[in-house]
């Protein structure tokens, strides 16, 4: 597997699952700052110019991160990123979807306390 990436941006997410895996797998810096999304080769990987972008063993391209998520924990069941029954499964998508991915991946790289409450989560 090889995991398309960018320094401070939401592929650390995936990358954060991949170690928590354990798993062998590769990475490839792409350059945002640099346009390297818009530009081959990386435009032959992903057409939608994003990271992340999965790369699976089969050669075959994953992206969107809920999806490159989802698809991880479910292919490795012993490392129990996502549970078993399918309500609290969808709960657990429910907050990854839209407050992990969507808000507090800005934590990450955001001076503490410089971040405001979304006014409607309050999260
Ligand atoms: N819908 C995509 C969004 C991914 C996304 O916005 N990635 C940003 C970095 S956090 C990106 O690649 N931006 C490059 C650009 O928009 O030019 C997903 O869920 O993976």
Not at 53 to 77: K, M
Request: glycine share 8%; hydrophobic share 35%.
């Amino acid at each position: 597997m090889k995991l398309y990436y960018a320094p401070g941006a939401c592929s650390i997410g995936i990358h954060v699952l991949l170690e928590e895996i354990g798993k062998p797998y590769q990475t490839e810096q792409v350059n945002l700052r640099d346009g390297a999304q818009f530009k081959p080769p990386f435009t032959g990987v992903n057409a939608k110019a994003k990271v992340p972008t999965l790369e699976r063993d089969d050669g075959s391209i994953l992206t969107e991160f809920p999806v490159i998520a989802r698809w991880l924990a479910r292919q490795n069941p012993q490392a129990n990123l996502i549970p078993k029954d399918e309500e609290a499964d969808t709960r657990a998508m429910e907050y990854i979807v839209g407050t992990i991915h969507s808000q507090d991946l800005r934590g990450f790289f955001a001076p503490i306390g410089s971040l405001r409450p979304n006014p409607i989560t309050r999260q």
